[in-house]
Nanobody, 116 residues
Framework: QVQLVESGGGLVQAGGSLRLSCAAS????????MGWYRQTPGNQRELVAA???????NYADSVKGRFTISRDNAKNTVYLQMNSLRLEDTAVYYC??????????WGQGTQVTVSS
């Protein structure tokens, strides 16, 4: 079981940027893909972005063109660069490792708060 630790969350004004990091305790290459999810109170966790072991990516429509997911296999780290942040991006962001469509491991989450 890999341990995932997110960092980089915080308070930012609308229009600003943040970069989230997800550090894994072991190699991320063994996972089919890595994903970033977010959750707000009372709502289900939703997929924001995912990156496959081969590097292909996909994004939720709400973040396309603003967020970029990337990975550094040598550092066992996945990143989420978030630009042009909006109030509705406020959420707890979670990193997940996937062996299949269902996440195998989750991080503890990092809070992102966008203010007006």
């Amino acid at each position: 079981q890999v341990q995932l630790v997110e960092s980089g969350g915080g308070l930012v004004q609308a229009g600003g940027s943040l970069r989230l990091s997800c550090a894994a305790s072991g190699s991320i290459l063994r996972f089919n893909h890595m994903g970033w999810y977010r959750q707000t109170p009372g709502n289900q966790r939703e997929l924001v972005a995912a990156i496959a072991s081969g590097g292909s990516t996909n994004y939720a429509d709400s973040v396309k063109g603003r967020f970029t997911i990337s990975r550094d296999n040598a550092k066992n780290t996945v990143y989420l660069q978030m630009n042009s942040l909006r109030l509705e991006d406020t959420a707890v962001y979670y990193c997940a490792a996937h062996l299949s469509i269902t996440p195998t491991s989750w991080g503890q989450g990092t809070q992102v708060t966008v203010s007006s």
